[in-house]
């Protein structure tokens, strides 16, 4: 158990729906990372957040957004789904500069 | 910019046999870690071994030990004594202050 709990497990939606993946970091982790891993392709970027504030964007479409709450917790939030947003979501935290761990993701499946 | 070249895509190897994954980087950076990561068919992503670039000696978990080469630039990642649950795809990862950056991964099958 890495520590880092992301809900739900799997979720499946309709094309053009919007969706809220939860993440709940480490206990003291103050970096929250999310990441995108569709079928048999590597980890894509998203977004990180520090202590509630942005601090990198990568290819992260418009119609997703994130946030960082006090209590540490982040939300990605997928708008306007499409086919091709189906994929693994990875949320992981770390401490500054150290190894990130990793929550078990959120499969989404856009139909 | 920083990057992570993994330039193996596949790798195959006996049980009880040794394999080497390798990994290079860029960074102009003097202080850094490095990390290997581990995701069986589960798709859990797992932390293997980390390296921190100040220390000479190389890291070493149980089965997994790192061969870091730092003016080179290289991280590969020896497993010993391959076992059946070692089948997985392996990531090497370098972060810097605003993101954790992944190479492409090498996936590897250990047969019996």
């Known amino acids: 158990d890495s520590g880092v709990t992301q809900t739900p497990k799997h979720l499946i939606t309709a094309t053009g729906q919007r969706v809220t993946l939860r993440c709940s970091p480490r206990?003291?982790?103050?970096?929250v990372y999310w990441y995108q891993q569709s079928l048999d392709q590597g980890l894509q970027f998203l977004i990180h957040?520090?202590?509630?504030?942005?601090?990198a964007k990568g290819n992260i479409l418009e119609r997703f957004s994130a946030q960082q709450f006090p209590d540490l917790h982040s939300e990605l939030n997928l708008s306007s789904l499409e086919l091709g947003d189906s994929a693994l979501y990875f949320c992981?935290?770390?401490?500054?500069?150290?190894?990130?761990?990793f929550g078990q993701g959120t499969r989404l499946t856009v139909v | 910019a920083q990057t992570v070249t993994q330039s193996q895509p596949e790798m195959s190897v006996q049980e009880a046999e040794t394999v080497t994954l390798s990994c290079t980087y860029d960074?102009?950076?003097?202080?850094?870690?490095l990390f290997w990561y581990k995701q069986p068919p589960s798709r859990q992503m797992i932390l293997v071994i980390r390296?921190?670039?100040?220390?000479?000696q190389n890291a070493t978990e149980n089965r997994f030990s790192v061969n870091f080469q730092k003016a080179a630039k290289s991280f590969s990642l020896k497993i010993s004594d391959s076992q059946l649950g070692d089948t997985a795809m392996y990531f090497c990862?370098?972060?810097?202050?605003?993101?954790?950056?992944f190479g492409t991964g090498t996936r590897l099958q250990v047969f019996p």
């Open positions: 992981a935290s770390s401490a500054a500069g150290s190894e990130a761990f």
């Open positions: 206990s003291g982790d103050l970096s």
């Open positions: 957040y520090y202590n509630g504030e942005e601090r």
């Open positions: 960074t102009s950076e003097n202080n850094y870690y």
């Open positions: 390296q921190e670039a100040y220390k000479q």
């Open positions: 990862a370098f972060p810097n202050t605003d993101k954790l950056i």
